[in-house]
Every structure is written in C-alpha cells, then in structure tokens.
C-alpha cells in the first residue's frame, strides 16, 4: 500500500522552501508518493525587488511546480509550510487554501491527517501561533492534525517545538541548521507514517465487514463499546459532513 503525500508551502526568502523539501523527503522515505508544491506568489514585483533574497528564491524556484486543488483531491495527506505573518500563516497559503471551499463541502477534506511547519524572524516570533492559526482551518475540514509532538529526541534537538518544526531565521544566514532539517525530516516520515497506518486500518475493517462501533443511549444505560453494527456512526455523519 502506497500512500499520497502532498507537501505546500509558500516561501518567500527560502527557509520554508529548505523545511518543505526536508519534510518531502521524509515522507517519501518510507515509500510514500509524494508532490513538493508552492503556492503562486501574489506580491508585485516591486515588492519583490526591494529585498534581493526574495527576488533570488522567486526566480530560483519560478519552474517548480505550483500547487493546484487537485494536488488536495489527490493526496491522502498534507503537510504544509508557511513562513509566520505577524503570528499568522502567508496570505499566499491562505489564498490558496480558501479556494479549497468546493472540496470541503464535498467532504472530501475530512479524514486526512496534516501537518504544518514554519519560520520566523524571532525565536518567541509567533511560530507557535502561526501553526495554530492555520490550523483553525484543518479543524473546519475535519482533517486529522498530526503534530510531532515530543515522540522523538530530534523534536528537542530542533528547538522542542511539538506543534510544527520551525526556524528562526535571525538566528542563521545559511538557513535551517542540520537539527532542524532532521526534525522537518522526521515530521513529513511521522506525516506518512501514520497515513499508512490509518489506511491500513481501515481496510483491514472494511475487510473485516465495516464493524462499527455502537453507544448505549438506554435510560441507565452504560454504553458498551462494542461492535454492534448499528450504523450509529454513520447516523452521526450524515449531521456532520458539510454540504449535506
Ligand atoms: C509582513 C511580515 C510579517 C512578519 N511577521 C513576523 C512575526 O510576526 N514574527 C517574526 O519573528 N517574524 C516575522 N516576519 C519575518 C518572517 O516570518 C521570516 O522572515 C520568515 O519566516 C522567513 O521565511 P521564508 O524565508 O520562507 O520566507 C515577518 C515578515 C513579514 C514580511
């Protein structure tokens, strides 16, 4: 089994491109499928041009591939990256995200596990924001956030951010430290890792007849938990899922 891994990211000055590219690695590492993608830049030129380190990424990185909703339909997973506004994700991410409506309420958002990482200028700069700002919209599609976490010493080794690896770029000139670039690493592995299990588990039941599991909602009732196949969860979908 081969699961589809969807890296996007938006990068101005290339230190989330550097953590994009780590975290594809790491997801493709086990095996998985992966799309590297940025957004499309909405800046003007004139923005561009007055700081020569983003004039240098756009122009170094205006062939690779730009994200799509498809790149959304396609993958089982997502990871994604934006360096931190004012505490919050890139109006380039967020523009690309709110064109994602239509899939929503299609329901065809739910259920995939996502990740996020980022950058900042300062090391207390609003990383941790930036990562629970974007991800209020995960929690709306009904995705399943996978969060580092401390499951690994790297996460401590990079600074011990357990929401999303992050830099703070004003603590390097040459970019995300080898620390970093292995926690990015081990989130995109961790990212395709659980998607695999996931994946696995939920074919072994469909092979298993689709069991579900049941509440005892009787007076007095203590609610077993077990198997009873009454379609309780999908009773609770059908309330749920948007647009229906
Ligand atoms: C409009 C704007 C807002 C920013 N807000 C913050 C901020 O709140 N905290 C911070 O530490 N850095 C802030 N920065 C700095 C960027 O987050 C930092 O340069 C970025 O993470 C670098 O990532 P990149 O090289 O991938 O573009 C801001 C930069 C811009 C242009």
Known sequence: MTVKVAVIHYSATGTVHALARAVAEGAASTGAEVRLRRVAELAPDSAIDRNPQWRQHADATASMEEASLEDLAWADAFAFGTPSRFGAPAAQLKQFIDQ?????????????????????????????????????????????????????????????????????????????????????????????????????????????????????????????????????????????????
Not at 107 to 128: M, S, Y
Not at 144 to 167: C, E, H, K, Q, R
């Open 100 to 244: 994602a409506s239509g899939l929503w309420e299609e329901g065809r958002l739910a259920d995939k596990p996502v990740t996020v990482f980022t950058a900042a200028f300062n090391r207390h700069g609003g990383t941790e924001a930036t990562i629970l700002s974007l991800s209020n919209v995960f929690y709306h599609w009904g995705a399943l956030i996978v969060p580092p976490g401390y499951t690994d010493p790297i996460v401590f080794a990079a600074g011990g951010n357990p929401y999303g690896t992050s830099f703070a770029t004003g603590t390097s000139e040459d970019g995300p430290d080898a620390s970093t670039l292995a926690a990015a690493h081990y989130q995109g592995e961790r990212l395709a890792r659980t998607t695999l299990r996931l994946r696995a588990g939920t074919h072994a039941l469909a092979a298993a007849g689709g069991a579900e599991g049941s509440v005892d909602l009787a007076p007095g009732g203590a609610g077993n938990g077990k198997a009873a196949g009454s379609g309780a969860g999908s009773v609770l979908r059908a309330h749920t899922s948007p647009g229906r």
